[in-house]
């Protein structure tokens, strides 16, 4: 076994498997995306540790714990339409399109879109779309089977949700910390919503979205 497959087996069962996520599908998708291809080269050493590892235009990859909760949460099945706010590096991306989701992604950064191309390029995740676009600005409606924000709301925005077909699923974090609540938010017909919170965690918020009076970026 190499050293990447042993550290990539190593953040499965350390880092992902002990914060909850234990769904096989999801541990397999993990499994199979491996992260050196989505790492900054000057942080490739640190790309199976549990941190959120820098990106250019300040931006942060997600830990490999929150990535892991996130696919968990959304349960994305074969041949199913994905909408990603944030693209990032692209791994959270290829890590839904090895679900079996077509994957659309959208980045602000054009420089971030750019990499992130590259690096599905790389590992091989040909069924991922990357638009340079703003997120925020989503304007879709009963369009996606599930919709993941890999940024937080500081204050809860139901543009998202509107974009989902019945009995899609949206994961969004919402508040502006240090504390946030990780919720799932289904759609169950033209105007019903079910919402569950399923964690706490803390998340960057998602660029030009509404914001607490008292909120600084």
């Not at 490739?44 to 996130?70: E, S």
Request: proline content about 6%; glycine content about 8%; aromatic content about 6%.
């Amino acid at each position: 076994m190499t050293n990447a497959h042993a550290a990539l087996d190593q953040m499965i069962a350390q880092q992902v498997r002990t914060w909850e996520v234990l769904d096989i599908r999801t541990l397999d998708a993990m499994h199979a995306v491996p992260r050196e291809p989505f790492v900054p080269a000057a942080w490739r050493t640190l790309a199976y540790a549990d941190c959120a590892l820098p990106l250019p235009c300040g931006k942060h990859m997600l830990t490999p714990m929150l990535a892991g909760r996130m696919l968990q949460s959304l349960g994305v099945r074969q041949g199913e339409q994905v909408l990603e706010i944030g693209t990032g590096s692209g791994y959270l991306s290829a890590c839904l399109a090895a679900l079996g989701g077509r994957v659309q992604s959208l980045e602000l950064h054009a420089e971030i879109a750019t990499q992130a191309r590259a690096n599905l390029r790389t590992a091989g995740a040909g069924s991922v779309e990357v638009t340079t676009a703003d997120g925020a600005a989503l304007m879709s409606e009963t369009a996606y089977d599930a919709i993941v924000l890999t940024a937080s709301l500081p204050i809860y925005e139901p543009r998202f949700e509107r974009a989902l077909k019945y009995g899609g699923r949206l994961f969004v974090v919402v508040g502006t910390g240090p504390v946030m609540e990780a919720r799932l938010i289904r759609r169950l017909g033209p105007a019903e919503y079910s919402s569950r919170v399923l964690f706490e965690t803390s998340l960057e918020a998602l660029e030009n979205v509404p914001v607490p009076t008292s909120f600084r970026f």
